[in-house]
């Protein structure tokens, strides 16, 4: 199938498709006669992988790791673990500093009178940070 094919087959753009041959994610596709890119059945279960990991938040060089471990059938499980687990540490810290920001930030709004008056809490923070 050709790239436009691979992209509706897959749900990953054709755009990201040519993104993730040009930095080694994915190999290089095979070309037709014309040039084209072709693709099969295996290059759309790693695409559907690639998609299905982004969608979970890992960043392009934790997708390679998994890609890796994904294809090793001697891989350790321990090794996935390790690199899911490191990421749910991750997504755990951007929660804390998600919180924190909006619990300022409604502490902020809160004080706010709204008003016609030009004095506002939430832009003397901005001014003195």
Request: a positive charge; one cysteine or more.
């Amino acid at each position: 199938m050709n790239i436009g094919e691979a992209a509706g087959r897959s749900g990953v753009s054709a755009k990201m498709i040519r993104h993730y041959e040009s930095i080694g994610l994915i190999k290089d596709s095979k070309r037709s006669a014309a040039g084209y890119r072709l693709y099969g059945d295996v290059d759309l279960h790693n695409l559907r992988f690639i998609k299905r990991a982004r969608s979970l938040g890992f960043s392009l060089a934790q997708v390679s790791q998994l890609l890796s471990l994904w294809q090793d059938r001697s891989r350790a499980s321990a090794d996935v673990k390790r690199l899911a687990m490191a990421h749910v540490e991750e997504l755990d810290n951007k929660v804390a500093e998600l919180t924190a920001m909006r619990d300022l930030l409604h502490e902020l709004a809160v004080s706010c009178h709204g008003d016609n008056r030009p004095d506002c809490p939430i832009l003397q923070n901005l001014e003195n940070s």
